[in-house]
């Protein structure tokens, strides 16, 4: 079964809860974030072994390969 690719918005409170939950499920993976900080979009995909982090979130949305995005604002 291909897993399901989810862009999250957003590196706050939502948005580590977010990450945590897909780390859990089998059938999900976080390939992306957005955060209005840089390093701060960086550190978040550090954390939780996101390959791709920006500061626009348009960029999340264009993306191909997401299946869903995830606005945790």
């Given at each position: 079964?291909?897993?399901?690719?989810?862009?999250?918005?957003?590196?706050?409170?939502?948005?580590?809860?977010?990450?945590?939950?897909?780390?859990?499920?089998?059938?999900?993976?976080?390939?992306?974030?957005?955060?209005?900080s840089r390093e701060r979009a960086e550190n978040f995909a550090r954390r939780w072994s996101i390959p791709t982090a920006t500061t626009r979130w348009q960029d999340l949305v264009a993306r191909r390969g997401v299946d869903v995005v995830s606005v945790c604002v």
């Amino acid at each position: 079964m291909k897993k399901i690719r989810v862009a999250i918005v957003g590196a706050g409170f939502s948005a580590e809860t977010h990450a945590e939950g897909l780390q859990r499920c089998p059938d999900a993976e976080a390939i992306a974030v957005s955060s209005h900080s840089r390093e701060r979009a960086e550190n978040f995909a550090r954390r939780w072994s996101i390959p791709t982090a920006t500061t626009r979130w348009q960029d999340l949305v264009a993306r191909r390969g997401v299946d869903v995005v995830s606005v945790c604002v």
